[in-house]
Protein backbone atom coordinates (compact mmCIF):
# COMPACT_ATOMS: atom_id res chain seq x y z
CA UNK A 1 0.00 0.00 0.00
CA UNK A 2 1.12 3.45 -0.87
CA UNK A 3 1.23 5.93 1.70
CA UNK A 4 -0.43 8.88 0.72
CA UNK A 5 2.12 12.13 0.42
CA UNK A 6 1.16 15.07 3.23
CA UNK A 7 -0.37 18.04 1.86
CA UNK A 8 1.70 21.22 1.65
CA UNK A 9 0.57 23.90 4.02
CA UNK A 10 -0.09 26.36 1.30
CA UNK A 11 -0.74 26.93 -2.42
CA UNK A 12 -2.96 25.17 -4.49
CA UNK A 13 -4.01 21.74 -3.11
CA UNK A 14 -2.50 22.36 0.18
CA UNK A 15 -4.21 22.50 4.13
CA UNK A 16 -4.46 26.23 3.40
CA UNK A 17 -6.55 25.41 0.30
CA UNK A 18 -9.63 23.93 1.39
CA UNK A 19 -13.64 25.00 2.66
CA UNK A 20 -11.91 24.08 6.14
CA UNK A 21 -9.70 26.15 6.50
CA UNK A 22 -12.36 28.84 5.12
CA UNK A 23 -14.67 28.15 7.52
CA UNK A 24 -11.85 28.14 10.20
CA UNK A 25 -10.18 31.40 9.54
CA UNK A 26 -13.51 33.56 8.24
CA UNK A 27 -15.02 32.27 11.71
CA UNK A 28 -12.37 34.27 14.17
CA UNK A 29 -11.77 36.70 11.68
CA UNK A 30 -15.44 37.93 11.98
CA UNK A 31 -15.08 37.53 16.31
CA UNK A 32 -15.32 40.76 17.98
CA UNK A 33 -11.54 40.83 19.79
CA UNK A 34 -10.04 40.84 16.16
CA UNK A 35 -12.95 42.66 14.47
CA UNK A 36 -11.88 45.41 17.22
CA UNK A 37 -7.74 45.31 16.33
CA UNK A 38 -8.82 44.72 12.36
CA UNK A 39 -10.52 48.33 12.89
CA UNK A 40 -7.63 49.71 14.31
CA UNK A 41 -4.88 48.00 12.11
CA UNK A 42 -6.58 49.69 9.14
CA UNK A 43 -6.91 53.23 10.95
CA UNK A 44 -3.13 52.80 11.48
CA UNK A 45 -2.68 53.13 7.16
CA UNK A 46 -4.53 55.88 7.18
CA UNK A 47 -6.87 57.55 4.56
CA UNK A 48 -6.67 54.53 1.83
CA UNK A 49 -9.86 56.11 -0.34
CA UNK A 50 -9.09 56.02 -4.08
CA UNK A 51 -5.95 53.97 -3.17
CA UNK A 52 -4.10 51.14 -4.60
CA UNK A 53 -3.94 48.57 -1.92
CA UNK A 54 -2.53 45.09 -2.26
CA UNK A 55 -3.87 42.39 0.87
CA UNK A 56 -1.01 39.72 0.57
CA UNK A 57 -1.89 36.53 1.92
CA UNK A 58 -5.44 37.50 2.33
CA UNK A 59 -7.46 34.64 3.16
CA UNK A 60 -11.16 34.43 2.75
CA UNK A 61 -10.90 38.64 2.47
CA UNK A 62 -12.45 40.03 5.74
CA UNK A 63 -9.47 42.62 5.39
CA UNK A 64 -9.73 42.93 1.50
CA UNK A 65 -13.32 43.57 2.17
CA UNK A 66 -12.93 46.33 5.28
CA UNK A 67 -10.38 48.09 2.84
CA UNK A 68 -12.50 48.02 0.32
CA UNK A 69 -15.95 49.40 2.26
CA UNK A 70 -13.26 52.48 3.26
CA UNK A 71 -12.68 53.29 -0.90
CA UNK A 72 -9.21 51.37 -1.53
CA UNK A 73 -9.11 50.03 -4.46
CA UNK A 74 -7.81 46.32 -3.59
CA UNK A 75 -6.07 43.45 -5.10
CA UNK A 76 -6.34 40.08 -3.21
CA UNK A 77 -3.63 38.06 -3.14
CA UNK A 78 -3.26 34.56 -2.18
CA UNK A 79 -1.87 30.98 -2.90
CA UNK A 80 -4.67 28.95 -1.99
CA UNK A 81 -7.47 29.22 -4.75
CA UNK A 82 -10.26 28.25 -2.31
CA UNK A 83 -9.33 31.60 -0.01
CA UNK A 84 -9.84 33.21 -3.62
CA UNK A 85 -13.29 32.31 -4.31
CA UNK A 86 -14.15 33.03 -0.74
CA UNK A 87 -12.75 36.86 -1.65
CA UNK A 88 -15.46 36.85 -4.05
CA UNK A 89 -18.01 35.77 -2.40
CA UNK A 90 -17.17 38.23 1.13
CA UNK A 91 -16.83 41.05 -0.76
CA UNK A 92 -19.86 40.37 -3.12
CA UNK A 93 -22.08 39.85 -0.01
CA UNK A 94 -20.47 43.54 1.06
CA UNK A 95 -21.02 45.13 -1.77
CA UNK A 96 -18.28 45.81 -2.84
CA UNK A 97 -15.41 44.46 -5.72
CA UNK A 98 -11.69 43.63 -5.53
CA UNK A 99 -9.42 42.21 -7.93
CA UNK A 100 -7.60 38.11 -7.17
CA UNK A 101 -4.20 37.22 -8.03
CA UNK A 102 -3.11 33.74 -7.52
CA UNK A 103 -0.12 33.94 -6.21
CA UNK A 104 2.87 34.39 -2.67
CA UNK A 105 4.64 37.28 -1.02
CA UNK A 106 8.05 35.52 -2.30
CA UNK A 107 6.95 36.18 -5.56
CA UNK A 108 4.30 38.77 -6.19
CA UNK A 109 3.04 38.05 -9.90
CA UNK A 110 3.01 42.24 -10.42
CA UNK A 111 4.89 44.89 -11.62
CA UNK A 112 7.00 47.00 -9.91
CA UNK A 113 5.74 50.86 -8.19
CA UNK A 114 2.02 49.28 -8.51
CA UNK A 115 0.68 49.65 -5.30
CA UNK A 116 0.03 52.82 -3.03
CA UNK A 117 -0.48 50.29 -0.57
CA UNK A 118 0.58 46.89 1.30
CA UNK A 119 -1.09 44.77 4.11
CA UNK A 120 0.29 41.95 5.27
CA UNK A 121 -1.52 40.27 8.39
CA UNK A 122 -0.49 36.74 10.31
CA UNK A 123 1.48 35.85 7.34
CA UNK A 124 5.16 36.95 8.25
CA UNK A 125 5.51 34.17 10.68
CA UNK A 126 4.96 31.38 8.39
CA UNK A 127 7.69 32.98 5.36
CA UNK A 128 11.35 31.73 5.86
CA UNK A 129 12.85 34.18 4.37
CA UNK A 130 11.04 37.50 5.94
CA UNK A 131 13.29 40.45 4.24
CA UNK A 132 13.77 38.90 1.15
CA UNK A 133 9.52 39.23 1.03
CA UNK A 134 9.22 42.52 2.74
CA UNK A 135 12.03 43.26 -0.32
CA UNK A 136 9.47 42.23 -2.57
CA UNK A 137 6.62 43.98 -1.09
CA UNK A 138 8.60 46.98 -1.63
CA UNK A 139 9.06 46.08 -4.87
CA UNK A 140 5.59 46.99 -5.98
CA UNK A 141 5.22 49.65 -3.66
CA UNK A 142 4.92 53.23 -5.45
CA UNK A 143 7.69 55.00 -3.96
CA UNK A 144 6.73 56.36 -0.51
CA UNK A 145 4.42 53.49 -0.25
CA UNK A 146 2.59 52.26 2.58
CA UNK A 147 2.60 48.94 4.14
CA UNK A 148 0.62 47.76 6.94
CA UNK A 149 2.14 44.42 8.67
CA UNK A 150 0.88 42.77 11.72
CA UNK A 151 1.78 39.33 13.04
CA UNK A 152 1.53 37.56 16.34
CA UNK A 153 4.33 37.29 19.17
CA UNK A 154 3.30 33.80 20.22
CA UNK A 155 6.35 33.23 23.03
CA UNK A 156 3.99 36.15 25.11
CA UNK A 157 1.13 33.74 24.81
CA UNK A 158 0.14 32.79 28.44
CA UNK A 159 -2.80 30.60 29.11
CA UNK A 160 -4.30 30.25 33.23
CA UNK A 161 -5.33 26.79 33.61
CA UNK A 162 -4.13 25.86 37.28
CA UNK A 163 -1.19 24.40 35.44
CA UNK A 164 1.44 26.26 34.67
CA UNK A 165 3.95 23.66 33.15
CA UNK A 166 1.21 22.12 31.04
CA UNK A 167 0.28 25.64 29.71
CA UNK A 168 4.42 26.44 29.45
CA UNK A 169 4.34 22.84 27.75
CA UNK A 170 0.93 23.94 24.93
CA UNK A 171 2.77 27.26 23.89
CA UNK A 172 6.40 25.81 23.35
CA UNK A 173 4.53 23.12 21.55
CA UNK A 174 1.86 25.39 19.51
CA UNK A 175 5.53 28.09 18.88
CA UNK A 176 7.20 25.04 17.32
CA UNK A 177 5.08 24.49 14.39
CA UNK A 178 5.88 28.15 13.20
CA UNK A 179 9.20 29.57 11.73
CA UNK A 180 8.83 32.34 13.22
CA UNK A 181 6.93 32.16 16.64
CA UNK A 182 8.17 35.48 17.46
CA UNK A 183 7.07 37.30 14.57
CA UNK A 184 5.34 40.41 16.05
CA UNK A 185 8.89 41.57 17.68
CA UNK A 186 11.17 40.66 14.83
CA UNK A 187 8.92 43.03 12.74
CA UNK A 188 11.69 45.93 12.96
CA UNK A 189 14.44 44.80 12.28
CA UNK A 190 13.23 42.78 9.01
CA UNK A 191 11.71 45.93 8.04
CA UNK A 192 15.15 47.82 8.31
CA UNK A 193 16.70 45.24 6.27
CA UNK A 194 14.34 45.60 3.62
CA UNK A 195 14.86 49.14 3.52
CA UNK A 196 11.51 50.52 4.86
CA UNK A 197 11.66 53.53 7.09
CA UNK A 198 9.19 52.74 10.09
CA UNK A 199 6.54 55.11 10.34
CA UNK A 200 4.77 53.77 13.57
CA UNK A 201 3.91 50.65 15.91
CA UNK A 202 0.65 49.79 17.86
CA UNK A 203 0.81 46.51 19.40
CA UNK A 204 -2.18 45.30 20.99
CA UNK A 205 -3.43 42.10 23.46
CA UNK A 206 -5.77 39.60 22.51
CA UNK A 207 -7.19 38.97 25.82
CA UNK A 208 -9.99 36.43 26.53
CA UNK A 209 -11.36 34.68 29.89
CA UNK A 210 -13.71 32.24 28.41
CA UNK A 211 -11.78 29.69 26.64
CA UNK A 212 -15.25 28.41 25.04
CA UNK A 213 -16.22 32.07 23.93
CA UNK A 214 -16.91 33.07 20.09
CA UNK A 215 -13.15 34.80 19.96
CA UNK A 216 -10.04 33.97 18.30
CA UNK A 217 -8.78 31.96 20.68
CA UNK A 218 -11.99 29.69 20.94
CA UNK A 219 -12.38 29.30 16.72
CA UNK A 220 -8.23 28.95 16.37
CA UNK A 221 -7.46 26.47 19.59
CA UNK A 222 -9.30 23.30 18.07
CA UNK A 223 -7.42 23.52 14.91
CA UNK A 224 -4.32 23.21 16.93
CA UNK A 225 -5.02 20.84 19.05
CA UNK A 226 -5.98 18.43 16.17
CA UNK A 227 -2.06 19.64 14.59
CA UNK A 228 -0.56 19.37 17.93
CA UNK A 229 -2.33 15.74 18.01
CA UNK A 230 -1.18 14.75 14.70
CA UNK A 231 2.54 15.58 15.47
CA UNK A 232 2.61 14.04 18.28
CA UNK A 233 4.17 17.21 19.93
CA UNK A 234 2.06 16.51 23.03
CA UNK A 235 0.94 13.07 24.44
CA UNK A 236 -2.69 13.34 23.32
CA UNK A 237 -3.59 12.53 27.37
CA UNK A 238 -1.79 15.91 28.08
CA UNK A 239 -4.04 18.00 25.15
CA UNK A 240 -7.30 16.01 26.79
CA UNK A 241 -6.29 17.48 30.26
CA UNK A 242 -5.67 20.98 29.02
CA UNK A 243 -8.82 20.96 27.34
CA UNK A 244 -10.67 19.88 30.38
CA UNK A 245 -8.57 22.29 32.31
CA UNK A 246 -9.58 25.05 29.88
CA UNK A 247 -13.32 24.19 29.87
CA UNK A 248 -13.59 23.93 33.94
CA UNK A 249 -11.42 27.07 34.03
CA UNK A 250 -13.70 28.86 31.58
CA UNK A 251 -17.13 27.43 34.08
CA UNK A 252 -15.76 28.46 37.25
CA UNK A 253 -14.58 32.05 36.37
CA UNK A 254 -10.99 31.78 36.55
CA UNK A 255 -9.69 30.88 32.82
CA UNK A 256 -7.53 33.73 31.33
CA UNK A 257 -5.27 33.97 28.17
CA UNK A 258 -3.34 36.61 26.35
CA UNK A 259 -1.00 37.08 23.51
CA UNK A 260 0.33 39.96 22.20
CA UNK A 261 0.09 41.18 18.32
CA UNK A 262 1.58 43.81 17.19
CA UNK A 263 1.12 45.93 13.89
CA UNK A 264 3.69 48.47 12.35
CA UNK A 265 2.89 51.06 9.78
CA UNK A 266 6.27 51.56 7.01
CA UNK A 267 6.83 53.56 4.34
CA UNK A 268 8.68 52.38 1.17
CA UNK A 269 12.23 55.00 0.15
CA UNK A 270 11.14 58.17 -1.65
CA UNK A 271 7.80 60.04 -2.97
CA UNK A 272 6.15 62.84 -0.42
CA UNK A 273 6.21 61.54 2.72
Do not use: N
Amino acid sequence: MTATPPRPAHGPGSTWDSPEAVARVASAYRTADVAALRTAQIDLLGPIEGASVLDIGCGPGIYARDLALRGARVTALDSAPAMLAAVVEETHAAGVAVDCVEGDVSAIPCPAASFDAAVLVQVIEYVTDAVAALQEIRRVLKPGGRLLISDTDWETASWGVGDRALSDQIKRAWCATKPHADAGRQIPDWLVAAGFDIVAWEPRVLAVSDSLGDTFLGHTWPSYRRLLDRLGTVPTADLDRFDRLCTESSQRGTFSFCVTRHAWLAHSPGGSQ
